[in-house]
């Protein structure tokens, strides 16, 4: 059946560290996949999107990656900061195009 | 530039009766999306539309729930006869072109449905 998996578990780690989050799908072959931010109590909002044929995209202090071989992609903030504590969604696009959420991953940065 | 607008915000309901969900997409957007959250679940996706047509209605239960989006006005989510299990956050999103890989698509806040 098709899947797709975060990590569950809260990220907690230390405010100018790099967070890492993983996005791990099986059998979908997406043409796109993207990553959006949620706040408790607010709708998820746009950050990034990969496509099938880019390895990494960046902005800023994010950078994503997407291996279709590993059917991965990562999520990575560099010089992290208590303000980008929330939960970060990875979705990817199925055969119609109709985005497909995972559950999402907490990350919590403390100073 | 307001963002994609939902009403209400909170909406309580006792069994039985129907919940109306309102979504007004962002100026230029013809493409409107609802999805459900549920509590530590993920986003689901319940219907696409396009102005007057619904295009993928493939997440919505058969019974009881309806979708529109008319030429004129807001989207709406109808619930018809309520019960427990629709309590959830409902998501109305909305994009300028149909679904791709040079799309993004631009959340409101969410309605949270209560059904007591």
């Known amino acids: 059946s098709q899947k797709i998996e975060q990590n569950s578990e809260a990220l907690n780690i230390q405010e100018g560290k790099t967070a890492t989050l993983t996005c791990n799908y099986t059998?979908?072959?997406?043409?796109?996949l993207q990553w959006y931010r949620q706040d408790p109590g607010r709708g998820p909002v746009f950050l990034l999107l990969?496509?099938?044929?880019?390895k990494e995209k960046r902005k800023e202090r994010l950078k994503v990656t997407f291996d279709t071989t590993l059917k991965q992609s990562l999520f990575h903030i560099t010089a992290s900061q208590p303000a980008d504590s929330a939960t970060y969604l990875c979705?990817?696009?199925?055969?119609?195009?109709?985005?497909?959420f995972g559950t999402g991953t907490r990350l919590q940065v403390f100073p | 530039n307001a963002g994609v607008m939902q009403n209400p915000r909170h909406l309580v309901r006792r069994r039985g009766q129907e919940a109306r969900l309102r979504c007004s997409p962002m100026?230029?957007?013809?493409?409107v999306y609802w999805y459900r959250q549920l509590p530590e679940e993920g986003l689901k996706f319940m219907v696409y539309?396009?102005?007057?047509?619904?295009?993928?209605e493939s997440g919505m239960p058969k019974e009881r729930f309806s979708a529109e989006f008319p030429k004129e006005g807001p989207s709406i989510l109808r619930i018809q006869q309520v019960v427990r299990g629709d309590s959830a956050a409902y998501f109305c999103?909305?994009?300028?072109?149909?679904?791709?890989?040079?799309?993004?698509?631009?959340f409101g806040p969410g309605t949270r449905l209560t059904v007591l």
């Open positions: 999103a909305s994009s300028r072109t149909r679904p791709s890989s040079y799309n993004e698509q631009f």
């Open positions: 059998n979908y072959s997406p043409a796109y």
């Open positions: 990969i496509r099938e044929n880019e």
């Open positions: 979705a990817l696009a199925d055969e119609t195009d109709k985005l497909i």
């Open positions: 100026k230029g957007h013809s493409h």
């Open positions: 539309l396009q102005k007057e047509n619904i295009i993928d």
